[in-house]
């Protein structure tokens, strides 16, 4: 196992240039393609690269979260540059430890034929649980911009009760809202109720919608109708923090004049450079459980 390795980090958004720059910190050499912060200064170490030249020499390839959008191109929101995911893989060998976040089984396939393994950093259970944390934040800043009235004393409902919504209603409660939630898992409202929460079954929702100034939805699966949307007063401001295609009818929501935002990559959005450091610790877990890396590197 080897202390300092060879990166590369193709593509990304502010997160995956924060990681790139905190391995350059740490003594690794690290290219970056398609990933140009303007203002930033140069970091020693890091390394821009005009093309896929030496790729092939990389210990590790990061590519970004999504790795690409809808056109097949790699996702570099900070580039102007339009490089095919197959471009990319075409330019890599087997041997190589490549990593991208949320991998679907077109990216999957992809590496496949050519030979190549990629995992998926974001579905990292550590990743999971560090991202909850500006998840969680970033819905309480939200909350603070669009709301009318101060957090206390709001009434709040969470919708959901995993690493998201656990951390969201705590931070609500620490403020002083009036914080419900809803859940189907039997031990999930019982938790909410040992931690002073108000539990609601979530498939009885009929006396908790109507007084909430606020609802956060985690539960990335249709949780919030037309039935349930009409419950809510219209000054209620409806935030929707779980993965596409979410769980709140957004047409629903807009026809009764109700204010939702579908507040997606929140970690990215609010505290990129935590984002980039969570990045930067689960791709080196991934390293070291895989034998590229000394327990002793990057911390």
């Excluded at 309480?140 to 969470?158: D, F, N, S, Y």
């Excluded at 189907?184 to 007084?211: I, K, T, V």
Aim: proline share 8%; hydrophobic share 45%; charged share 20%.
């Amino acid at each position: 196992m080897r202390h300092e390795l060879n990166f590369w980090v193709v593509g990304g958004d502010p997160r995956q240039w924060k990681l790139a720059q905190l391995l350059a910190e740490e003594g690794h050499t690290v290219h970056t393609l398609a990933l140009e912060q303007p203002g930033e200064p140069e970091v020693p170490g890091l390394l821009p690269q005009p093309s896929f030249q030496r790729i092939d020499r990389a210990d590790c390839v990061v590519l970004p979260l999504p790795v690409t959008g809808a056109d097949g191109l790699i996702h570099a929101p900070l580039s102007p540059a339009r490089i095919p995911l197959e471009t990319v893989l075409d330019a890599l060998s087997p041997g190589q430890f490549l990593c991208g976040g949320q991998i679907d089984d077109s990216v999957q396939n992809m590496a496949r034929r050519r030979g190549l393994t990629v995992h998926d950093y974001f579905a990292r259970e550590e990743l999971a649980v560090a991202n909850a944390v500006p998840t969680a934040e970033g819905a309480l800043q939200l909350a603070m911009e669009r709301l009318p009235i101060t957090i206390h004393g709001a009434r709040v409902l969470v919708i959901g009760f995993g690493r998201v919504g656990r951390l969201t209603a705590q931070r609500f409660q620490a403020l002083g809202a009036r914080v419900s939630v809803a859940a189907r898992r039997f031990e999930h409202l019982a938790w909410a109720q040992a931690l002073g929460l108000q539990p609601e079954p979530l498939d009885q929702l009929e006396e908790a919608l109507p007084p909430c100034d606020l609802v956060v939805n985690t539960v990335p699966a249709p949780v919030l109708g037309r039935v349930e949307l009409a419950l809510l007063k219209t000054d209620c401001l409806v935030l929707d923090l779980a993965s596409k295609p979410g769980g709140v009818d957004q047409q629903a929501a807009a026809a009764l004049g109700l204010e939702t935002v579908h507040a997606l990559a929140l970690p990215g959005k609010v505290a990129p450079v935590t984002a980039g450091a969570i990045l930067r610790d689960t791709i080196c877990n991934m390293l070291r459980e895989a034998g590229f890396l000394s327990r002793r590197a990057s911390g």
